[in-house]
């Protein structure tokens, strides 16, 4: 923990501002436990949830 993320979270909140821009907004995989836990410190909310759902296509050559 050498403190990069929150420095580059920091550059970013200032870009933000500066831009006049009141709403950061990002993602990260759901069992990515440590950047849930690093985004809460940073003062994130949960807000909205995504889900998907895969799809696999089989071919299937008859042959007579």
Do not use: P
């Not at 831009?19 to 990515?32: A, C, M, S, T």
């Not at 849930?36 to 008859?62: A, C, D, H, P, T």
């Amino acid at each position: 923990s050498r403190g990069y993320g929150s420095h580059l979270m920091n550059y970013i909140y200032g870009i933000a501002k500066s831009e006049g821009i009141d709403l950061v907004e990002l993602d990260y995989w759901v069992n990515n436990e440590r950047a849930k836990n690093f985004y809460k410190k940073q003062g994130f909310m949960g807000y909205r949830e995504s889900v998907y759902k895969k799809f696999w296509i089989y071919l299937v050559q008859l042959t007579g």
